[in-house]
């Protein structure tokens, strides 16, 4: 899926765990179902942890993006549970 | 609503859980649950209730703060010795969580004040010591539809059960009728362990998470029997009573009513 049209963006560089996750989840609430996220997230435990847990709680991830400043963005399509 | 900072952080383990999510904390903080009796149950009730961000929070019992409760009742300290236990246990709910709103009832649930209080909830708590209340509180939620938990403590042992209307049986269907006064020691005279309160009103504040949020399975039907001694949990399997006297088919208690109380030991506080 490489055309996609950002919604939303939210930037949980400024937690830790396990509040990078809170914080995605939040901002992920606030989405309807199909809409696009852009999250930007630090390297190491945020970028290894987070886009696993977001796939988990079933929500479809389009892309990561490496950005020059070693952060991330993570691309994320909302899935409405239930 | 959106979460301020302040509350993302404070409920971020429940947030965590899939189960819970954004979804059920907003349900959490949007919900109301009274709490009949602020003693060895009502304690770990509310302070749990209270630390999860239920909104709003009724508390009701007549009693004031004696030194022979500090033993199991762990919302109160020495210093609230003499207050109205409402009072105590209103300050150590907002003290541990000031984003939630607490009412209190200073006074005994009878017939003529109990539908008025229990109305305004989603959920009721049992948490007093004595029949007269407890067959007070069924006959009032069954009437009301109002979800309850049951539960009762004496010595090392401890039981609960939980009633959603139309879900399985009420508390009168499985005891149909108080005792006679005194033939049953309240635990005021029988004693009791004081972390049994912990053990059972924990597991009545997780019924009334559950049924908030709406996740798993109750206590319906099923009455858990907890030994301290043998350490042993039972689930009994509870059928509904078709002939109940006030949920049955064709009931014979339409309006409320008070039992009359034991002489010795009335308390409504466990």
Request: glycine share 8%; proline share 5%; hydrophobic share 40%.
């Given at each position: 899926?490489?055309?996609?049209?950002?919604?939303?963006?939210?930037?949980?560089?400024?937690?830790?765990?396990p509040?990078?996750?809170?914080?995605?989840?939040?901002?992920?609430?606030?989405?309807?179902?199909?809409?696009?996220?852009s999250?930007?997230?630090?390297?190491?435990e945020?970028?290894?942890?987070?886009?696993?847990?977001?796939?988990?709680?079933?929500?479809?991830?389009?892309?990561?993006?490496?950005?020059?400043?070693?952060?991330?963005?993570?691309?994320?399509?909302?899935v409405?549970?239930? | 609503?959106?979460?301020?900072?302040?509350?993302?952080?404070?409920?971020?383990?429940?947030?965590?859980?899939?189960?819970?999510?954004?979804?059920?904390?907003?349900?959490?903080?949007?919900?109301?649950v009274?709490?009949?009796?602020a003693?060895?149950l009502g304690?770990?009730?509310?302070?749990?209730?209270?630390?999860a961000?239920?909104?709003?929070?009724?508390?009701?019992?007549?009693?004031?703060?004696?030194?022979?409760?500090?033993?199991?009742?762990?919302?109160?300290?020495?210093a609230?010795?003499?207050?109205?236990?409402?009072?105590?246990?209103k300050?150590?709910?907002?003290?541990?969580?000031?984003d939630?709103?607490?009412?209190?009832?200073?006074?005994?649930v009878?017939?003529?004040?109990?539908?008025?209080?229990?109305?305004?909830?989603?959920f009721?708590?049992?948490g007093?010591?004595?029949?007269?209340?407890?067959?007070?509180i069924?006959?009032?939620?069954?009437?009301?539809?109002?979800?309850?938990?049951?539960?009762?403590?004496?010595?090392f042992?401890?039981?609960?059960?939980?009633?959603?209307?139309?879900?399985?049986?009420c508390?009168?269907?499985?005891f149909?009728?108080?005792?006679?006064?005194?033939?049953?020691?309240?635990?005021?005279?029988?004693?009791?362990?004081?972390?049994?309160?912990?053990?059972?009103?924990?597991l009545q504040?997780?019924?009334?998470?559950?049924?908030?949020?709406g996740k798993?399975?109750?206590?319906?039907?099923?009455?858990?029997?907890?030994?301290?001694?043998?350490?042993?949990?039972?689930?009994?399997k509870?059928?509904?009573?078709?002939?109940?006297?006030?949920?049955?088919?064709?009931?014979?208690?339409?309006?409320?009513?008070?039992?009359?109380?034991?002489?010795?030991?009335?308390?409504?506080?466990e």
């Amino acid at each position: 899926m490489e055309n996609y049209n950002i919604d939303e963006y939210a930037d949980i560089t400024d937690v830790v765990c396990p509040m990078t996750f809170v914080k995605a989840k939040i901002a992920l609430e606030e989405l309807d179902d199909g809409q696009i996220i852009s999250i930007k997230m630090n390297a190491g435990e945020p970028v290894q942890n987070v886009p696993r847990s977001i796939k988990d709680e079933g929500h479809q991830i389009i892309k990561l993006l490496h950005n020059e400043d070693e952060t991330y963005q993570l691309i994320v399509k909302k899935v409405e549970d239930e | 609503m959106a979460f301020t900072n302040e509350q993302m952080e404070r409920y971020s383990r429940h947030i965590i859980l899939s189960e819970v999510g954004v979804k059920g904390q907003k349900k959490l903080l949007n919900s109301k649950v009274l709490i009949i009796g602020a003693g060895g149950l009502g304690a770990p009730v509310g302070m749990y209730l209270a630390a999860a961000g239920v909104g709003t929070i009724g508390i009701a019992d007549a009693d004031t703060v004696d030194l022979s409760n500090l033993q199991r009742q762990v919302i109160h300290t020495t210093a609230d010795v003499g207050k109205p236990k409402v009072e105590s246990a209103k300050e150590t709910m907002l003290a541990i969580n000031p984003d939630i709103t607490v009412n209190t009832y200073h006074e005994f649930v009878l017939a003529s004040n109990i539908a008025d209080i229990v109305k305004d909830y989603d959920f009721v708590i049992d948490g007093t010591d004595n029949f007269p209340a407890k067959f007070l509180i069924n006959d009032a939620c069954v009437l009301a539809k109002k979800p309850f938990s049951h539960a009762g403590i004496i010595r090392f042992q401890g039981q609960l059960m939980t009633y959603v209307p139309g879900e399985g049986p009420c508390y009168r269907c499985v005891f149909k009728s108080p005792p006679p006064p005194d033939a049953v020691p309240t635990c005021s005279q029988a004693g009791v362990i004081g972390a049994m309160g912990g053990v059972i009103g924990s597991l009545q504040a997780m019924e009334a998470i559950k049924y908030i949020i709406g996740k798993g399975e109750l206590l319906t039907g099923q009455l858990l029997t907890y030994d301290a001694l043998k350490m042993e949990f039972r689930k009994i399997k509870l059928p509904h009573g078709d002939h109940c006297a006030v949920c049955g088919k064709e009931p014979t208690i339409t309006e409320l009513f008070d039992y009359e109380q034991a002489v010795c030991g009335v308390n409504y506080d466990e």
